[in-house]
């Protein structure tokens, strides 16, 4: 965020470091819970600049459709590492905890409502809208994501521009490829995108902490309610903060980052589908049918592809 707003700007990029990290980390301790999830809200909205960075490049449309819907898969490391990282995105660890955690919140803050499990009346109306929610969510970063690749591919890599070592870069070398809008639209998105971003990892990690440790949790909570939670909170941001002064190469952590999270989601959806046939659990809301049987179909992909993932680089270091 910090690089995008200097690209657009100038100025110094550090301080611009230190403001966005601040700013994430004390809008979310201090901020009325009610009103910043509307601001998270309006903020996924900025994601649609990279669908807008899109619009205006040129693209080989047919070759983009045929690559899309019929994939070369390779069987090498970097192959399986990178499509291990793409799950990691799309299926991440902490997106189970901050969507049940918000859940769990907004049930604590509203006297009225029950544990669905427990909800006499209403829990089907709730239990929709949580599906649907889910649904459009998941489809419409996927578009996202596609809209991303798609724009890379058509700009940088189609130039031989593959040594990208910041998002800000990526979006300068738009420049004198696909011109000024794209490189504003981009720049735009990674700032937006950052802002959504940030608050979701830090508070994620602070609810996976301090349910794991037993404490009050909750943004909803004033901070004197439930000290230990955002402490964590505020670590989690001042060791992102940190991470900006050091050697580090900022691509290359996402990256790796991503791989970490496919390779940990794995396990965590074998016991997500193991809990979810438990009625203790669920109660009437058991998992049954097709739905199951896909969400064990994808967790054994994911299992395969790290396995895959493993085994190249095994024989790639084989002497």
Not at 174 to 189: D, N, Q, R, T
Request: hydrophobic share 55%.
């Amino acid at each position: 965020m910090a690089d995008a707003v200097k690209l657009l700007v100038g100025g110094p990029g550090i301080l611009y470091v230190v403001l966005f990290g601040g700013i994430s980390v004390l809008a979310q301790i201090f901020f009325n819970y009610e009103s910043y999830v509307a601001v998270l809200k309006w903020l996924s909205l900025s994601l649609f600049a990279y669908v807008i960075a899109l619009a205006v490049i040129h693209v080989p449309w047919t070759e983009a459709a045929k690559g899309l819907l019929i994939p070369t898969v390779r069987w090498s490391p970097a192959f399986l590492t990178t499509l291990v990282a793409i799950l990691g995105t799309t299926i991440s660890p902490y997106l189970f905890v901050w969507q049940s955690s918000q859940e769990a919140e907004a049930q604590r803050i509203d006297g009225n409502k029950k544990p669905l499990k427990d909800q006499r009346s209403g829990a089907k109306q709730e239990f929709w809208r949580i599906s649907l929610d889910t649904r459009v969510g998941m489809a419409l970063s996927n578009v996202i994501a596609i809209a991303i690749i798609i724009t890379t591919a058509a700009t940088l890599h189609a130039q031989g521009k593959t040594d990208i070592e910041s998002s800000a870069q990526a979006a300068e070398a738009l420049k004198p490829i696909a011109g000024p809008l794209a490189e504003l639209v981009f720049a735009l998105g990674i700032i937006g995108t950052g802002l959504l971003a940030v608050p979701v990892l830090a508070g994620s990690i602070a609810y996976a902490v301090g349910e794991g440790c037993r404490w009050k949790v909750g943004l909803g909570r004033k901070p004197k309610e439930a000290v230990a939670f955002y402490a964590v909170l505020g670590l989690s941001g001042l060791c992102g903060i940190g991470l900006n002064f050091t050697a580090l190469d900022p691509i290359k952590a996402l990256y790796w980052s991503a791989v970490v999270n496919g390779v940990l989601a794995a396990p965590v959806m074998v016991m997500l589908m193991m809990l979810v046939r438990r009625t203790k659990v669920m109660g009437k809301f058991v998992v049954e049918g097709p739905l199951y049987w896909l969400g064990w179909a994808s967790t054994l992909a994911m299992g395969f592809c790290i396995i895959g993932m493993a085994a190249t680089m095994f024989m790639s270091s084989a002497p």
